[in-house]
């Protein structure tokens, strides 16, 4: 699933596509909204929250998450799409851009004032201005015995981390994922550890290469130990057991 970095740059993607103009064309393509037309309205703001990509229009939101597959891709009028078109979703038009949403997990229109039935459950948000640290750290502490490998991905907590950057930062803070999130010691250092990646990347569709993630019987580039690879949740996780030793029981 796509992490916040990309979900941030997809917006910006979309804002230069979309922002201050006016749509010639809104097809959704979900029959729940499929008469929807936000045709001759502009597009006010295009913002990202966490994962979840919000495009204003009028007394409208689009709100979209890409989840597993989805993705959005912005064209010349007639150029031909790089994705089949039953994959859309969505497609939003103006006199000089094509934005087309394919096999996103998530598509709907909400009321403007609705918006916080979709994003109002998330917590700080990494790439965002409101950033709050110290509720992101708080969150986490009161996550109690849920695993920290598991809390930094649970968007209440904190918003836009997902499985590449949870396996990095508890490597490179020495923590075990399996450790209760109320045991971890150094919640603020990882929290800002975790807040300086992801800005680090942000503007970088292309990442460093990874410590622990999907390494599973490679060597630890700092020990040599053979990183484990195990299920945590819906996805695997990746540590040293020398670099990130288990709490003593």
């Known amino acids: 699933m796509p992490e916040g970095d990309t979900v941030w740059r997809t917006a910006n993607s979309l804002r230069d596509a979309l922002e201050g103009k006016v749509l010639t064309r809104c097809d959704v393509r979900v029959p729940r909204y499929a008469t929807v037309d936000l045709s001759g309205e502009v597009v006010d703001e295009v913002v990202s929250r966490g994962k979840h990509l919000l495009i204003r229009v009028g007394d409208h939101s689009i709100h979209t998450h890409l989840k597993m597959e989805g993705a959005w891709h912005i064209y010349a009028p007639d150029s031909r799409w790089r994705r089949p078109a039953h994959q859309a979703r969505i497609v939003l038009a ?6 087309v949403g394919f096999s996103l997990g998530i598509t709907e229109i909400l009321r403007r004032d609705d918006e916080e ?12 201005p409101d950033w709050d640290a110290g509720t992101a750290i708080e969150n986490l502490r009161a996550a109690g015995e849920q695993p920290i490998g598991l809390a930094l991905t649970d968007q209440r907590n904190l918003a836009g981390l997902g499985n590449v ?5 508890c490597f490179l803070r020495g923590v075990h994922p399996y450790t209760p999130a109320s045991e971890v010691t150094d919640l603020p ?5 975790a807040h300086r990646m992801i800005h680090a990347d942000k503007n970088n569709s292309i990442r460093r ?12 580039r700092r020990c040599g130990t053979v990183i484990e690879g ?11 057991t020398y670099c990130q030793p288990p709490r003593a029981d």
């Open 94 to 99: 103006t006199e000089d851009r094509v934005a």
């Open 117 to 128: 039935s979709a994003v109002g459950h998330l917590g700080p948000d990494l790439l965002g």
């Open 165 to 169: 950057y949870r396996n990095e930062v």
């Open 189 to 193: 250092a990882m929290v800002t550890l």
């Open 209 to 220: 290469r990874p410590w622990v993630y999907g390494r599973a019987g490679q060597r630890c």
């Open 230 to 240: 195990h299920d945590l949740g819906r996805q695997e996780i990746f540590f040293c």
